[in-house]
């Protein structure tokens, strides 16, 4: 993990993790998730978010579609490469890749503060959202880039079948059906499915993996071998 004095490099692949402050909810609702969603497209930008004219828009699956029917955006500037994401109902995961030395540090405080803001307005409440500095890895070994994407959209089933942990799965079958559903990462895209297209960064992983199909493949097969020891000291979970 790295701490304050350690330097974030342009190019380098990062495994983000953010925490609610004692561990409380940060997605109440479905509203919420949206709104997260609709955050990692509008912060991620080097000038500032315009979330008065552009919001996710439920109906077409991409949250660069504005929904008062203005078509002259100025392109964005991305400060990260989302590789992957996944969203829990205290936490939630990033994959990214900066595009900047500073780009982690500014994405992350654009996130994580227009978010906390959105919430504490949203529920009338003060304070801290997140649980003090976002907890940051890098992922340097070849094999990890194949291996951490697996695992963070695996998070979901902690919902339905929490054993996975322990390496074990009573029903992989019900545990591929509960992901396809599960709309709150990038798992759908990476399979092909059209979901939060405009998010995420998808070329160089999918390129990796071979495809959408080879994707799909290899992460079922992951899912029946549950291989996440050579991963352990990545995953930022407690």
């Known amino acids: 993990m790295l ?3 350690e330097k974030i490099v342009a190019g380098n692949i990062y495994h983000v993790l953010s925490r609610g402050v004692d561990k409380r909810k940060i997605f109440m609702d479905e509203e919420d998730h949206f ?3 609709h955050d990692l497209f509008e ?7 315009n979330n008065i004219t552009y919001h996710f828009n439920r109906t077409s ?3 660069a579609r504005p929904y008062n029917g203005i078509n002259d955006r100025k392109p964005r500037k991305l400060l990260v490469e989302i590789l992957a994401f996944c969203l829990m109902s205290n936490h939630y995961h990033l994959l990214i890749r900066p595009l900047f030395d500073d780009g982690v540090f500014k ?8 978010y906390a803001k959105y919430f504490n307005e949203k529920y009338s409440r003060k304070g801290a959202l997140f649980e003090g500095r976002y907890k940051l ?3 340097i070994e070849q094999s990890h880039f194949i291996h951490i994407p697996y695992y963070i959209h695996l998070n979901p089933l902690d919902f339905v079948a929490h054993e996975w942990r322990h390496r074990q799965l009573n029903n992989p079958q019900k545990a591929i059906e509960f992901l396809e559903n599960y709309r ?3 798992h759908l895209d990476y399979l092909g499915k059209k979901n939060f297209p405009s998010v995420t960064s998808r070329e160089f992983l999918l390129e990796i993996f071979g495809g959408a199909e080879k994707y799909k493949k290899e992460i079922y097969e992951w899912i029946k071998n549950l291989d996440i020891n ?5 995953t930022l979970d407690d």
Do not use: H, Q
């Open 3 to 5: 701490y304050m004095r």
């Open 35 to 37: 709104r997260f969603i």
């Open 43 to 49: 912060f991620n930008d080097i000038d500032s978010a």
């Open 61 to 63: 699956k991409d949250v």
């Open 107 to 114: 994405f992350m405080k654009k996130l994580n503060t227009g």
């Open 137 to 139: 890895v890098p992922i």
């Open 184 to 186: 709150w990462s990038s």
């Open 230 to 234: 050579e991963i352990n000291k990545l």
